[in-house]
């Protein structure tokens, strides 16, 4: 049987070694994702559904694609959507879907209510500003629901609206 100072000396010791792991296993103080291929999803989504998806073109530098993808989304709407983030940590994201459902559309907003609307590119979009503040539009036009939105102001985002343009299909 060992004695309470025996077990005191090996606590302390046993101690020190966590210690000393802890100070040399190194710790990430970030993490981060690799970048998406948006392209080329949205070359897939354009090649597999007809359908005339946007993309913005060109990316402008420093931009990296966080998500990419077609699949179905609310009320089984097949959807092209993707996201980026810029270098100084706005977010950007767009979502398209053909002949878009009211419910489609409501997720899409994040259930936000329109606030006005405004003319980009040739086409009528209404705005949103949801309970995050993010900035959102969304128009309609030949059958294909566009929304995108921001974490930054709606400038960043007509900016963002007037370098969409139709995807090449690919893939």
């Known amino acids: 049987m060992g004695s309470l100072a025996n077990m005191g000396r090996s606590l302390f010791v046993i101690l020190v070694l966590v210690g000393g792991l802890i100070a040399i296993v190194p710790r990430v103080s970030e993490v981060r994702q690799p970048p998406v291929d ?3 999803v949205v070359g897939y989504a354009v090649k ?5 998806f946007s993309f913005p073109t060109p990316v402008p530098d420093g931009w990296v694609a966080t998500n990419a993808r077609y699949a179905a ?4 709407v097949p ?3 993707a996201g980026w983030t810029t270098p100084d940590n706005r977010y950007f994201s767009l979502a398209q879907a053909k002949d878009a459902t009211t419910g489609w ?5 994040n259930k936000a209510e329109a606030t ?7 086409r009528t979009w209404k705005t949103y500003v949801d309970d995050r503040k993010q900035s959102i539009m969304s128009s309609a036009a030949d059958g294909l629901t566009t929304v995108v ?10 900016a963002f609206v007037g370098r969409l343009a139709p995807a090449p299909a690919s893939g």
């Open 38 to 40: 948006a392209a080329a």
């Open 149 to 158: 939105a921001t974490t930054g102001s709606m400038e960043d985002l007509a």
């Open 116 to 122: 006005g609307s405004a003319q980009i590119a040739g």
């Open 105 to 109: 559309l409501t997720a899409a907003t």
């Open 48 to 52: 597999s559904s007809g359908t005339p």
């Open 79 to 81: 959807t092209w959507q």
């Open 73 to 76: 989304s609310t009320d089984s």
